[in-house]
C-alpha cells in the first residue's frame, strides 16, 4: 500500500510534524504546567489553541472534497470514518483524560515538550508506550482466548 503513494507523503508528513510541533512550542502548549493550569480553570489559553486548530481542521474537511474527490497524496477517496460509541471509547478516553490531568502533557505535545528542552518528560514518555504496550498486550490475549475453542462437543 505504502508503494501506491505519493512520493511527497513521507516528507510532508514529516513538515506536517514540524509545523505541529514548532506551533505547540510556540503556543507554550508543550509545556506541562500550561496544560495543568487549563485543566484547572486558571488560563483559557490552551481552549483558543484547541478551538483554532478546530475551525482549520473543519474547513479543510469541508473544502477539500468540494476540489477533489480523491486525496492528493494518497489517492484514496474521501470519506468518513465513523467509529461506533462504545465502552472502549469511553474507559480509554477516561484514563487518557486521567493521564492527561496527572502529566499535564498529551502524546503530541510530550515530543513537542522533549523538543523544547523538557527532559522529564521522558518519564511520562515512557509511560505511554509501556501504558501502550501493556494495551496491546491486553487486547491480545482477550482476542486470543475468545477464539479458542471451548472443548470438543
Given at each position: ?8 507523503f513521507m516528507p510532508l508528513i514529516f ?105 522529564t518528560i521522558l518519564w511520562a514518555l ?28
Open positions: 500500500m505504502s508503494q501506491q503513494r505519493h512520493p511527497l513538515v506536517g510534524g514540524l509545523i505541529f510541533g514548532f506551533g505547540l512550542g510556540f503556543s507554550h502548549m508543550a509545556r506541562p504546567e500550561v496544560v495543568l493550569n487549563f485543566l484547572q480553570f486558571e488560563d483559557f489559553g490552551l481552549l483558543f489553541v484547541m478551538f483554532g486548530a478546530a475551525i482549520v481542521t473543519g474547513i479543510a474537511f469541508a473544502v477539500m472534497p468540494r476540489i477533489s474527490d480523491r486525496a492528493p497524496l494518497t489517492g484514496r477517496p474521501y470519506g468518513r470514518r465513523l467509529k461506533s460509541f462504545d465502552r472502549n471509547v469511553l474507559v480509554g478516553g477516561a484514563i487518557f483524560g486521567v493521564g492527561w490531568g496527572l502529566s499535564g502533557i498529551c502524546p503530541g505535545a510530550a515530543y513537542a515538550s522533549l523538543g523544547v528542552g523538557n527532559v515512557a509511560g505511554m508506550f509501556v501504558g501502550a504496550y501493556v494495551q496491546g498486550y491486553w487486547r491480545s490475549q482477550r482476542a486470543a482466548s475468545e477464539t479458542t475453542p471451548a472443548g470438543a462437543d
